[in-house]
């Protein structure tokens, strides 16, 4: 069993043992207590993925169903992994078992079974609020349209906490990022961001510990309501990467590429793409992408690959994310 407040990432005043939500549906109403919770949380459970036995009993007899209504790769298997990981019981349903049966009918059905937690990905903005009310269980938000995708969020922001930036060591060499104190770091998170849901999450979570966000993007990628979020927009890449600690590029949808967001790939790229002479140019600059990489579009090949890029960082860290989230919303966390 983890105990979240022996980890580093936490500020001593605030901690909490225990998370204020039954579910977690987005991260616009955690606060940072719990979102620094849930980062030392997956601390204590980082350290199980490296030990040879990689299982720990924290939920067994716990049931988990993974319901994917929309495609996913990344997302599903680090859910599933994280529940392994756990000792839990799994059950997993996709779209493509399913007969036409509404939501609500699929997801009663499926609690008939005693189950315990429920993990879904929709294509539909509000399809995990909507079954918080047709069902007991606690509803983890997988990525919901383009609205939240507060797990990956999650993990990009313990990437972040991991990093070894000299800017952000304190006098006694400890590193302010490593206790969820994000104060003074510039994150830019680049391309489609009105459409982005990882870009919404990590708004939400980034912001709440205290970094400074810009969003960059061609004007037909950015949204209109990012002052809500209080984050900076801009459409100017080098704007962008001037001052910035971490740039986080998102994927380009190349499908909704038929809707001419920008005239083409090439431009984009060499708009928006980060290429070996951005990293020259900002020898401190780390990059991050949630994935899977358009190589050659949102990132040059040679900076995907590049030491400087944590992508397969944030893969692994989001197995030990999924497993705080699951572990803190199961039955009997929150006693
Ligand atoms: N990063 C991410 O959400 O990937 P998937 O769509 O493959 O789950």
Request: glycine fraction near 6%; charge should be neutral.
């Amino acid at each position: 069993m983890p105990n979240p407040s022996a980890s580093p990432i936490g500020n001593p005043i605030s901690e909490i043992q225990h998370l204020q939500h039954r579910h977690l549906l987005g991260l616009e109403t955690y606060s940072a207590a719990e979102i620094r919770l849930l980062l030392r949380t997956a601390r204590e459970f980082r350290s199980v993925l490296d030990r040879p036995i990689k299982r720990v009993p924290s939920l067994r007899g716990v049931t988990v169903v993974n319901l994917f209504f929309a495609p996913s790769t990344r997302t599903r298997i680090s859910f599933e992994l994280a529940e392994k990981r756990l000792s839990a019981d799994t059950v997993n349903f996709s779209a493509s078992v399913s007969k036409g049966e509404p939501l609500k009918d699929t997801a009663r059905n499926i609690e008939a079974k005693k189950i315990d937690l429920v993990v879904i990905r929709h294509k539909s903005a509000g399809a995990p609020h909507f079954l918080t009310r047709c069902i007991d269980s606690a509803v983890v938000n997988a990525g919901d349209g383009a609205h939240e995708h507060p797990t990956q969020a999650l993990l990009d922001a313990y990437t972040i906490a991991d990093l070894d930036l000299p800017k952000f060591l304190d006098a006694d060499g400890t590193n302010r990022l490593a206790r969820g104190d994000f104060s003074g770091l510039r994150v830019s998170i680049l391309g489609d961001v009105a459409h982005s849901r990882v870009a919404r999450s990590n708004a939400y979570a980034l912001t709440k510990l205290g970094a400074e966000v810009t969003f960059c993007g061609p004007r037909t990628m950015l949204p209109v309501e990012a002052e809500t979020l209080g984050v900076r927009v801009t459409d100017r890449l080098d704007e962008a990467l001037d001052g910035c600690d971490v740039a986080l590029a998102l994927r380009i949808q190349l499908e909704r590429q038929a809707g001419a967001l920008f005239p083409s790939l090439r431009e984009y790229h060499a708009r928006y793409g980060i290429g070996l002479h951005h990293l020259d140019r900002h020898p401190d600059l780390v990059v991050m992408h949630p994935g899977p990489v358009n190589r050659g579009v949102e990132l040059a090949t040679e900076v995907v690959d590049h030491e400087r890029a944590v992508i397969l960082d944030q893969v692994t860290n989001g197995v030990a994310v999924r497993m705080a989230v699951l572990f803190l919303l199961a039955p009997g966390a929150r006693e």
